[in-house]
């Protein structure tokens, strides 16, 4: 089964941009009508939803953070990545990608273990 | 900004029943902002548990329910168990590409 795994530095300095990359096993990111989300979750506090993109290119992103994410897509490496520019503390979190379907299936399916990056000098 | 509501936490005693809720601060949740809900224990990823309102996900235990009620979606555990002890969470496609979960309601089983 489709199984995604999250990589990349786990401390970045402040001002800098975060990068992470989604990897997904287990079946083809462009197989099926699939979005591909980051979701994050600071200690102690709920899930915020980032953004996400679709195999097409095309993307969608929170309001709240919208200007600092880009978010990607290289079907050949069956991968999608985020990038934060100008971090803060405040975006030190666990970073989580997921899958998620279109028309009645919106739902976030398959999730990642997460990967836990903190913004520090 | 539209902001999701849950409660913070709730308490239920083993073997009864619960019902969490996830509202809207402006407006009524319906079956078209699609909410689902997920099960959290500490360090681990999101379990999903209901999409499209009630449908439970692959595996899910039939004591977990969906529905709308009133003016917002709910999750009902029957029948509670120690280890229904987690976090839960809902969130709601906005449309647009835009999703808002809720801040989380801490369930306790005592």
């Known amino acids: 089964q489709v199984q995604l795994q999250e990589s990349g530095p786990g401390l970045v300095k402040p001002s800098q941009t975060l990068s992470l990359t989604c990897t997904v096993s287990g079946g083809s990111i462009s197989s099926g009508n699939y979005y ?4 994050r979750q600071p200690a102690g506090k709920g899930l915020e939803w980032i ?13 709240s953070l919208r200007g600092r994410v880009t978010i990607s897509v290289d079907t050949s490496k069956n991968q999608f990545s985020l990038k934060l520019s100008s971090v803060t503390a405040a975006d030190t979190a666990v970073y989580y990608c ?19 990056v903190t913004v520090s000098s | 900004q ?58 899910v235990p039939n004591r977990f329910s969906g529905s709308i009620l009133g003016n917002k979606a709910a999750l009902t555990i029957t029948g509670a168990q ?29």
Not at chain 1, 51 to 63: D, F, H, I, L, Q
Not at chain 1, 98 to 116: E, L, N, P
Not at chain 2, 21 to 45: E, F
């Open chain 2, 2 to 59: 539209t902001v999701v509501t849950q409660e913070p936490s709730f308490s239920v005693s083993p073997g009864g029943t619960v019902t969490l809720t996830c509202g809207l601060t402006s407006g009524s949740v319906s079956t078209n902002y699609y909410p689902s809900w997920y099960q959290q224990t500490p360090g681990l990823a999101p379990r999903t548990l209901i999409y499209f309102t009630d449908t439970r996900s692959s595996g």
């Open chain 1, 51 to 63: 953004g996400r993109v679709y195999t097409s290119g095309s993307t969608n992103s929170n309001p």
């Open chain 1, 98 to 116: 997921a899958r998620s379907g279109s028309g009645w299936y919106q739902v976030f399916d398959i999730w990642g273990q997460g990967t836990m």
């Open chain 2, 82 to 110: 120690a280890d229904d002890e987690s976090d839960y969470y809902c969130v709601l496609y906005m449309g647009s590409g835009i999703w808002v979960f809720g801040g989380g309601t801490k369930l306790t089983v005592l």
């Open chain 1, 36 to 39: 591909w989300s980051w979701i």
